[in-house]
């Protein structure tokens, strides 16, 4: 658990501290008062009448002031704007925040990425706190956002047959380069890179979704390697999924398996492996986001605690009289 603003809570004890202080040192009024002498007052103080009386206004001074200092100190705690405590504010508007890239490996014109872009295109409609994005083999088609209509309407429309789409190379403009080759561990290295901040964890979920094949022809030099893609996704706390068309060599099975993702054949329906992924999505975080996102305040504990004090407060009149 922390808290957003620390003053507060140095603020709180002090203020505590000054009360029990002048309480202390500072005479009440009952004690100021001079009381009229009386005689064989030990009768009085051995009656059971007289001792039931005393240890009720005993425990009540002490419930009463266990409730209020109780109260006190969730009161200071909300103040704070605490973070990390069990929340239901992390699941109104579609879950916790989560950044979603999607990674394709191949053109839109393979079937399972047309299918994956159409999942995707209708799954916009249910979320809240999510970003989306999407990276081909060479450019980042749609930057994170959460422009949620931009995003099905970018995603639907290169999910359309070839023919009715419009600029077909905005998708995967064809480059030809002369000492070098695409392959897989770049591909998945601009796709990490798309996340912001992406070398540090933050308090936003990240998953990865690529789709494609487990390798890529052999060629010129590589910019990455597996092991260097594998500490960059596992730096920045990104869960690598996989959805392989064609034969699985075993790279993507085990940098998903490293990164607590998965790697599942595209098989006849993707939307089945889809839907396994999204079932399955990266741990809730609580730390503070490097970029400046913080994790969600969740003050829902304390202010539970700080009303039922104060109705405990109340009521106990009501439960003395009784």
Not at 175 to 183: H, I, L, R
Not at 233 to 247: F, P, S
Not at 286 to 314: C, F, H, K, N
Request: glycine share 8%.
């Amino acid at each position: 658990m922390g808290v957003t603003w620390i003053p507060f809570v140095i603020a709180g004890c002090v203020a505590l501290a000054v009360c029990i202080a002048v309480v202390l040192f500072r005479p009440m009024g009952a004690q100021r008062r001079r009381l009229r002498p009386l005689a064989n007052t030990e009768r009085l103080t051995l009656l059971p009448e007289y001792t039931r009386a005393v240890r009720a206004r005993t425990v009540a001074a002490v419930v009463t002031i266990v409730l209020l200092a109780v109260a006190f100190a969730a009161s200071v705690l909300v103040a704070a704007r605490p973070t990390g405590l069990p929340t239901t504010a992390t699941r109104v508007g579609g879950g916790d925040p989560e950044d979603v890239m999607l990674c394709m490996g191949a053109p839109s014109t393979d079937p399972a990425v047309a299918a994956t872009l159409t999942y995707f295109a209708s799954q916009v409609d249910g979320f809240g706190t999510q970003r989306i994005g999407l990276t081909s083999a060479n450019r980042r088609v749609i930057p994170l956002t959460r422009d949620y209509q931009y995003a099905k309407q970018t995603l639907s429309d290169y999910a359309r047959p070839a023919d009715q789409r419009g600029d077909v190379a905005a998708f995967s403009a064809p480059v030809t380069y002369v000492d070098y080759t695409p392959n897989l561990d770049d591909l998945l290295t601009l796709c990490l890179t798309g996340f912001p901040d992406f070398e540090h964890p933050t308090a936003q979920r990240r998953s990865l979704i690529y789709v494609g094949p487990d390798s890529t022809p052999p060629g010129g030099p590589a910019l990455f390697s597996a092991d260097r893609v594998r500490d960059l996704a596992l730096a920045g706390g990104v869960q690598v999924n996989a959805v392989v068309t064609g034969r699985d060599d075993g790279a993507l099975s085990d940098l998903a398996r490293a990164t607590g993702g998965r790697a599942l054949p595209a098989g006849p329906s993707v939307t089945a492996r889809l839907d396994d992924i999204r079932d399955h999505p990266p741990a809730a975080r609580v730390s503070d986001d490097a970029d400046g996102e913080r994790a969600p305040e969740s003050p829902d504990v304390p202010v539970l605690i700080a009303l039922a004090a104060m109705l405990a407060v109340a009521g106990w009149p009501m439960v003395r009289a009784r």
